[in-house]
């Protein structure tokens, strides 16, 4: 187990909340094919880790799911993110470490462009494991290529962030407890996802 500071991390994604829309431009039809190989669909209950302002949710609600459970560890950004889905009845909202997280029997976990914070990738895998059912799908993705999230990464202080591996060598961190069945480090997305052995 590695020993990270939290609080640093949501401080530092608190500060940066109320403009992260503004800064932050997203490649929709990227985000598209992640959903459509992770096969996200009809009635699947999904967990948003590190949600952010929202960017995962239209884009998931599209996919016709029946719940999506939206969570942070930055209350600025949670705040956000009800700003603009808040009235969305499949969508609830909570300001919590995922790590912690005790809900389970999920159909999908998806971390979109939030992997790099989560420095202890075993523990992210335990959690994950703990909050899918048998069979259930994460996806770890970000809807750029591996270089320019790197590039955004490289100011970070590694209490923050880490560096993303090539995702065949990341995926190692989930075989043991998923089928990975989805390797992707292309020009345009970045991507490791698979199902819940048991
Ligand atoms: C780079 S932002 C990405 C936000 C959003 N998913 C997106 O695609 O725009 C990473 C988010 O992960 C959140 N985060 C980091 N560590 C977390 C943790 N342990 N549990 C829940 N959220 C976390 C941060 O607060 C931040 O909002």
Redesign the pocket.
Known sequence: MIAVE?DE??EF?NRLAPNWDER?VFNKANIQRILTLAQVGEGNRVID?????G??IEPLLACGVSEVYA????EG?IAKAKEKYGQEAAVWFEA????DNDKRGYDCVIV???YP??LDKLALADAIHRSLRVGGRFVIAHSDSRAKINGCHHKLDSSISSYLQAAAVDARNFQAQFDVDIIIDDADIYMISGVRKE
């Open positions: 939290t991390i949501k994604f932050c880790v590190g949600c952010g302002t960017v995962m969570i942070d560890i930055a950004m919590v470490d995922f790590l979109h462009n939030a914070h989560f």
